[in-house]
């Protein structure tokens, strides 16, 4: 037997060897995972290790919005696995400038910038919007306004941006000259954007923040006020793009254009790749050497993206996306009904769906989760307070039934009192 053999041997026998204990072992504790180890998924299926199936409505958090192992992008991957998969960023690629194209193409944009993540496209977004205030007015106008309960990534300048004072505690000193207003209170934006404001970053659909959507009047008024102050205003549309909203992006529903667009997460069904997408004359001044990323748009990603966004962008598939969206709040809504003691409402966007707690179980929705899980269900939750579904955008009727089924026995297994 050769060394090589005996090395994908010892690799298997050592695959098989880990759980989630080992987890605690070698991890740096920033998760706190459930015991659930999947290692298998196709559609919204997936299998753990033990063979135990499970329906996925959690997508990876609102990321593979054609389903896992989707056999159109896996093809896609895989071919162009076998020609190109990195360049330094002195050369460009093929798949990159396609991508770039048909995003612009398909959105309000003329420039595109492609990074790994959402956070690196918001860091990216902040950035431009300092440096194009700066070079339009003088370095007096850089306060950007953000809002409560808002999530923009991990980074020091993205998660201080984001409104939730507990990501941000122990990194002190934050990056200054950053405000927070209550969402949808167009009272407060008026108040807060003034003419030292560089740009106004909002979420259309909050999702970490507990699933709550825009109003129109909101976001229109966020329209106007930074127009009235020369500021930029930023969608971050990292989890309600792509798709998830029954639009392309979520501006399209609203009829509302932002200045600079962020996207990441469904971009590309599981591979890391987010975009920053703005127009001619912000771009322009970021000039190279400004800003810059060493595996952003590569061949590998770019592929990816490409084909979600081409098999997404459809009339037909965005139509279906409200048609299931429609049915699965349907089914939530009858849950909310039947367990009035449990939910005070369902409320969101497409589908991203948040099932809100009722005062009596307010802090219990990773209890919901878990009861759910334990039947077969994964779903997520947004704060402590709301159990959030984001299943994929091919998500059948017949799957949907299955879910508020199961939803259903979870809750009550939940509300059975342990003899």
């Known amino acids: 037997m050769n060394a090589i053999h005996k090395m994908h041997i010892g690799s298997d026998q050592q695959a098989l060897a880990v759980n989630r204990q080992t987890f605690d072992e070698v991890m740096v504790p920033t998760y706190a995972p459930s015991a659930v180890l999947p290692v298998r998924g196709l559609g919204l299926e997936v299998w753990d290790q033990g063979g135990q199936r499970y329906l996925d409505f959690t997508s990876g958090i609102a990321v593979t919005s054609l389903g896992h192992a989707n056999p159109v992008v896996v093809d896609a991957l895989c071919e162009q696995a076998k020609t190109l998969w990195h360049l330094g960023n002195g ?92 969402y949808n209170d167009i009272e407060a934006a008026r108040a807060a954007i003034g003419d030292d404001v ?74 890391p790749i987010g975009a920053m997408i703005t127009t001619d004359d912000i771009a322009s001044v970021f000039v190279v050497g400004t800003h810059g990323t060493t595996y952003g748009g590569n061949p590998l990603a770019s592929t990816v993206a490409l084909t979600v966004l081409q098999t997404i962008n459809q009339p037909e598939f965005l139509a279906r996306v409200k048609q299931a969206a429609a049915k699965l709040v ?38 919901i989760q878990k009861a759910a ?27 949907i039934d299955e879910a508020t089924q199961l939803l259903r026995r979870g809750l009550d297994a939940f509300l059975t009192p342990v003899a």
């Not at 050369?91 to 959402?118: H, I, M």
């Not at 009904?337 to 307010?362: E, I, K, N, T, W």
Request: glycine share 10%; hydrophobic share 40%.
């Open 198 to 271: 560089c740009a106004v970053v909002v979420e259309p659909v909050q999702g970490e923040g507990g699933v709550m959507p825009a109003t129109l009047e909101y976001l229109q008024a966020l329209r106007e006020f930074c127009d009235q102050k020369g500021a930029l205003l930023i969608f971050d549309e990292v989890q309600c793009g792509v798709g998830r909203t029954g639009n392309l992006y979520a501006y399209m529903g609203y009829g509302v254009t932002p200045d600079i667009l962020t996207s990441a997460k469904a971009l590309g069904n599981g591979y």
């Open 91 to 182: 050369y460009t690629n093929e798949p990159v400038l396609r991508l770039a194209k048909a995003l612009t193409d398909a959105t309000f944009a003329d420039r595109a910038f492609f990074c790994n993540s959402g956070a690196e496209a918001n860091e990216a977004a902040f950035k431009l919007a300092r440096k194009y205030a700066h070079s339009k007015f003088g370095p007096n106008k850089s306060r950007i306004i953000s809002c409560v309960n808002s999530f923009h990534g991990r980074t020091l300048f993205t998660v201080s941006v984001g409104g939730q004072p507990k990501y941000t505690e122990g990194f002190a000193p934050l990056p200054a000259q950053i405000d927070h207003i209550p």
């Open 373 to 399: 899980e334990a039947q077969g269900l994964l779903l997520l939750i947004a704060g402590m307070d709301v159990v959030r579904l984001a299943p994929a955008l091919v998500v059948s009727d017949d799957q």
């Open 330 to 367: 349907t089914g939530l809504e009858a849950i909310v009904r039947d367990y009035p003691q449990v939910f005070a409402g369902v409320r969101g966007s497409g589908l991203l769906l948040g099932m809100v707690l009722s005062d009596a179980y307010c802090g219990k929705a990773k209890d």
